[in-house]
């Protein structure tokens, strides 16, 4: 039956299973190479994929106080596939940009027997496999605490199967309606848009697109807690206008609650549901292997010289190494669109959150005078400190050029020095100007430039000292490590969940037992001094040893 | 089997190729040589349907591949310059796929693959990835993939790069009994003696039209030269070649 379904839309069976099959290998299976063939296959896992679903099962563990603190599952499920949505799209565009784009494919299929309609579709059906494993990590607790929560509210223990159906229904709806309609936005945009245009586009939208739903992992929950109780039971008819409340509607259905408004809204988001996926296998191949042949062949336009600024930076150090690392960060921050992007990630999120850190009475946490509920709402802003060293860093060691860092392995300059070069590099170009702006914003709240200069010494002692201890870890070569599905994810997700509870714990010492008395303060600081120090020493040590034993990725 | 009719490819103001014709027969090894950029693999990017020509039209087995690419596709084997494989799949894995996606017999396939393999002495890494293999190993898996589906037409850019001795002598032999049996083979190569000793027919290209075509003593003939080295370095060297490296030692001395 399916068999023949394929057939109708032009698609041809076999081929489809196959490029699916290797589609899904080849996300599940490591990008670097750890393993012999002798080796078992348990090692052959991508583990960030296997973390960040797990990272998202978490959050969705979390997300879990919406369907208990909202007794109307309408507006609950409504914040769910809203931020289900929004995932998905973020996903869609960091993970799975190289679905609709991709190049590399293309040399290899290019030249088999594949039409592009077969290639797409297995490309879709691959996108609907990773859509439903991220949807169902973040929703599946919601689900299960949908056929929990009423009989909870008072009504004894008993499992209401109507509501999961709902929820479970409406989550599949949403995550695989919203994975289509980008790829049909997608490529109808490759249409018109040179792809590497595209991608640069694609890359800023999904920046914005982070921004939107960190900020509402931050912000709805205590937006919830503020009007929980004041929803409205009868629903405005503006909100029938977001698509994810015609999906919330089933619930109306699971409960009895139906009524016209509700059934038209459900049967649209059904309609809407069905309609996308033979939209998007038939509107979308017919120009998409030409779009793609055109935009993987067509030479990039020539740069001649080097810049000024490539020389300019390059002359501030004086260490050869230091000059070389230099002038590929920079080239590759002007070039390399996902490496600027993780860079720049960091000014969304930083915006974000002084934003959220300002918000709760416009008062930013002063650790000299300290109290409670500033920290509570300033915390996100020393954040950004532990998420800045850690992004960089990581941005900086993956690549898709992974493969040109052979140069490191064959020149005759110190692999150590490489690496400490990185750290130098990172902290003078990117750390410190990050703290010069925090410094700015300090000067204005605390009205103390004593205060702020005595706050800044510690946080650039922190700054570095987490960059250390991120390169002690895991050191590596620059750009020498090759990128894989789900490590971004994973890292923001471990950054988002640890990082808070690190930094509060320090500003909550340091703010009561250092800065409170200045010979503390000194004393501590040149433990902290003391402290680096060591550390470099023993970074060093770590660096040369583990370096002995690296190998080119390649 | 391969025939082009005033076909041209320019990339926004850039030429690759101009007005180029040709016409390769069944059993022949046709050599197409040509310097850097000259529009060589530009050629075979249209021939195997992996770009559209600006103008100009060219049929392959027969079939048009404007009008027909997944006909042509189904009829040739190529293997690239670049070397492009998943390296997270291991050679059997690899050349499943490529059977599949041709839709071979699960068990004429397996034993094509599994003598592939044993031929070019792979057999013991097949279950290892791609990612593991030297660049000789993925040439031998690039060359397996090409002709699994015993195509009828085969295109080899640089086939022997990597190869080691052994592997390159075998496979040269290959491509003699296969033009033997009547399969058109398209050979794109720099290693000029190669290409003197076992293609039938050679043509040579140049800012992307064709400069000289014939055996390689026809070619060498018409240039008042000895071998066919003597005559690409005439018809598209710019500079004397002992002239240039002499230029580079003082360089390195400066």
Request: glycine content about 6%; some cysteine; hydrophobic content about 50%.
């Amino acid at each position: 039956m399916l068999e023949r379904l394929f057939t109708a839309y032009d698609i041809d069976f076999i081929q489809w299973k196959a490029l699916t099959r290797v589609a899904i290998r080849l996300a599940n299976r490591q990008s670097s190479l750890r393993f012999d063939s002798t080796s078992s296959r348990r090692k052959d896992m991508n583990y960030s994929l296997l973390l960040s679903v797990f990272i998202y099962f978490f959050l969705g563990l979390v997300m879990t106080s919406f369907v208990f603190k909202l007794h109307d599952s309408f507006w609950s499920s409504l914040i769910l596939f809203t931020i289900v949505a929004f995932m998905v799209g973020s996903l869609m565009l960091v993970e799975f940009g190289t679905i609709v784009v991709a190049p590399e494919d293309y040399h290899i299929f290019s030249v088999q027997p594949v039409s592009s309609r077969t290639y797409f579709a297995a490309k879709v059906a691959f996108t609907v496999f990773y859509v439903l494993i991220y949807t169902m990590a973040l929703g599946l607790p919601s689900v299960i605490a949908y056929g929990l929560v009423s009989r909870l509210r008072g009504e004894g223990f008993a499992i209401n199967p109507y509501q999961m159906i709902a929820a479970f229904v409406g989550l599949v709806m949403v995550g695989v309606g919203v994975a289509m309609t980008m790829i049909v936005v997608y490529t109808a945009i490759l249409r018109y848009v040179h792809f590497r245009k595209l991608k640069n586009v694609l890359s800023y939208l999904q920046l914005t697109m982070s921004f939107i739903i960190y900020g509402s992992y931050s912000l709805l929950p205590s937006s919830v807690e503020k009007v929980g109780a004041d929803l409205p039971a009868t629903k405005p008819w503006w909100v029938y206008l977001l698509p994810m409340s015609w999906y919330s509607s089933f619930f109306n259905l699971a409960d009895g609650t139906l009524d016209s408004v509700s059934l038209l809204a459900a049967a649209v988001g059904l309609i809407s549901f069905v309609g996308i996926i033979p939209f998007a296998l038939s509107k979308i191949s017919i120009t998409y292997a030409e779009s793609l042949s055109e935009a993987s062949t067509v030479p990039e336009e020539k740069q001649s010289g080097q810049s000024t600024g490539s020389r300019k930076v390059s002359s501030v150090f004086q260490r050869d190494e230091d000059r070389a690392i230099a002038m590929l960060i920079r080239s590759q921050f002007k070039h390399d669109t996902r490496f600027r992007l993780g860079i720049l990630a960091i000014i969304p999120l930083t915006i974000l959150y002084l934003f959220m850190g300002l918000r709760g009475g416009g008062k930013l946490y002063d650790p000299f005078n300290p109290d409670w509920k500033s920290l509570a709402n300033s915390a996100l802003i020393y954040f950004v400190i532990v998420l800045f060293p850690m992004t960089i860093k990581e941005a900086v060691t993956r690549s898709e050029s992974y493969l040109a860092s052979w140069i490191f392995f064959v020149t005759p300059s110190s692999q150590t020095r490489l690496v400490l070069s990185v750290k130098k590099i990172l902290f003078w170009f990117f750390v410190v100007p990050y703290l010069s702006v925090l410094a700015l914003v300090f000067l204005y709240y605390f009205r103390n430039i004593l205060h702020v200069l005595m706050h800044l010494v510690v946080l650039l002692l922190f700054s570095y000292s987490f960059l250390q201890v991120f390169l002690l870890v895991n050191p590596q070569m620059p750009f020498s490590v090759p990128r894989q599905l789900g490590e971004r994810a994973t890292m923001l997700g471990t950054v988002m969940i640890l990082g808070p509870i690190v930094l509060v714990g320090l500003l909550l010492g340091f703010s009561f037992f250092v800065y409170q008395n200045t010979a503390v303060y000194i004393v501590v600081v040149a433990l902290l001094v003391v402290l680096t120090m060591l550390l470099e020493k023993f970074l060093v040590m770590r660096i040369s040893r583990k370096l002995s034993r690296l190998e080119f990725r390649g | 089997m391969i025939e082009t009719q005033q076909l041209t490819k320019h990339y926004d103001t850039k030429v690759a190729v101009v007005n180029l014709n040709l016409k390769v027969s069944g059993g022949e090894i046709f050599g197409f040589l040509g310097p850097n950029g000259a529009g060589k693999s530009t050629t075979v990017k249209i021939l195997t349907g992996m770009i559209f020509p600006s103008s100009g039209n060219a049929q392959v087995a027969g079939f048009d591949i404007l009008k027909e690419p997944l006909e042509v596709k189904k009829r040739i084997g190529y293997v690239p310059e670049s070397g492009a494989l998943f390296e997270s799949l291991t050679g059997w894995e690899y050349l499943q796929l490529i059977a599949d996606l041709h839709h071979l017999d699960r068990q004429i396939a397996g034993k094509r693959i599994e003598e592939f393999l044993h031929l070019f002495g792979l057999w013991d890494d097949c279950h290892a990835r791609l990612q593991q293999y030297s660049k000789g190993m993925k040439q031998k898996i690039l060359i397996s993939a090409a002709l699994i589906s015993n195509p009828p037409v085969l295109f080899l850019d640089e086939p022997l790069n990597g190869l080691d001795a052994n592997a390159a002598l075998v496979f040269k032999e290959l491509l003699k009994k296969l033009s033997m049996q009547g399969k058109t083979i398209f050979f794109t190569s720099h290693v000029l003696e190669v290409v003197e000793r076992i293609c039938t027919r050679i043509a040579i290209i140049d800012h992307g039209g064709i400069i000289a075509e014939g055996t390689a003593q026809q070619i060498a003939d018409s240039t008042g030269t000895q071998t066919l080295e003597e005559s690409f370095a005439k018809l598209t060297g710019v500079r004397d070649a002992r002239e240039s490296a002499q230029d580079f030692l003082e360089a390195l001395g400066s």
